[in-house]
């Protein structure tokens, strides 16, 4: 069965500017490219998954959010990285408006997204991995059975969010998974 490096998006592929919607506000970190192609080296599938809730707010549409999605897979395209798919929650459960205001099973913490990814793509969650900024998404990656769980952030996250392994940026988590053999090719 095919693994798959899921990646949250603000704040682990591009700089976390709140509500990112614009080309020119959207800028990639630093080692995410390096990243996503050793897991490509390694046969993982790669795959989106953000709360995009600035949607339900009414801050951005969702033709703004895919304008902006097209070209960020272009970039990656670019440099030779294949995003498989990204899944976003446009939802809220307090500040939605109209048909965005509900309490969801898409929107980190709630696994909904992961839990599509694998049956759409046919994935294994367990030989899976997550990458993510927030408490939320290590949350989100657990309630899904995801295998191993990566925290790019320097404050000591709740225990029910304690992830596999935490990093202070993508480098050390690039190293991390090199050295655990996380982006060995199985068979
Ligand atoms: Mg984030």
Request: charged share 25%; net charge neutral.
């Amino acid at each position: 069965m095919k693994r798959a490096l899921f990646l949250d998006r603000d704040g682990v592929i591009n700089e976390d500017r709140r509500y990112v919607h614009r080309i020119e506000d959207f800028h990639f970190i630093d080692g995410i490219f390096d990243l996503c192609r050793a897991a490509m080296d390694a046969g993982m599938a790669i795959i989106v998954v953000t709360n995009q809730a600035g949607i339900g707010r009414g801050l951005f549409t969702e033709r703004q959010f895919h304008v902006l999605t097209d070209w960020m897979k272009v970039q990656f395209a670019d440099r030779g990285v294949t995003i498989d798919q990204v899944y976003y929650c446009p939802h809220h459960p307090l500040y939605g408006t109209g048909h965005y205001k509900l309490d969801c099973l898409c929107r980190k913490p709630n696994p909904g997204m992961i839990l599509r990814a694998r049956d759409e793509h046919g994935i294994c969650l367990r030989n899976s991995v997550l990458i993510g900024d927030k408490e939320w998404d290590i949350m989100a990656a657990k309630a899904a059975g995801i295998g191993a769980t990566v925290l790019i952030s320097d404050h000591v996250p709740d225990p029910k969010a304690k992830p596999v392994f935490q990093a202070a940026n993508l480098r050390e988590a690039y190293d991390f998974f090199i050295s655990s053999g996380l982006f060995t090719r199985i068979g």
